[in-house]
């Protein structure tokens, strides 16, 4: 099954029903519930979601919504190596840093992001979803 790491903007578009981008968040996260694909996302996602969401919805509402949301993806630990490679990296936005080594440490070989313009450095895929979604197709 393949395996994609997913960066926090693209689940904003799916939790928060952003369009344009919504459309494409919610195919990749269907493919996810078919096991077509495995998804994984960082801890550090999760507490960005959440920040996020409580600033749209009630607190309970967004935590209904990530508890809903964590049975598509597999949660990955951001630990004190992948905080040490972010910091020592060329990496603007230390937070795509955490994603992007996250990724790399747990040997995921795609990261999905809206944001392609800050992973230009990266050494695996990086792509938007629709992107993905089209390849996959192609398959």
């Known amino acids: 099954m393949e395996k994609v790491f997913v960066d926090t903007d693209i689940i904003l578009d799916l939790l928060s029903n952003r369009d344009p981008f919504y459309f494409a968040s919610a195919n990749l996260f269907s493919a996810a519930d078919r096991n077509e694909i495995k998804i ?6 999760f507490a960005n979601l959440n920040y996020i969401l409580s600033k749209q919805f009630s607190t309970d509402q967004a935590k209904r919504k990530l508890l809903k949301f964590k049975t598509l993806v597999t949660v990955l630990s951001v630990t004190d190596k992948v905080v040490d490679l972010a910091l020592s990296s ?8 955490i ?3 996250t990724a790399i440490e747990n040997n995921i070989k795609i990261l999905l992001t809206r944001n392609l313009k800050d992973y230009k450095s990266a050494e695996i895929p990086v ?6 979604l089209k390849g996959r197709k192609s398959i």
């Open 127 to 132: 792509m938007t979803a629709e992107q993905f």
């Open 99 to 101: 994603q992007y080594f």
């Open 90 to 97: 060329d990496f603007k936005d230390f937070e795509d840093g």
């Open 40 to 45: 994984y996302v960082s801890s550090l996602c």
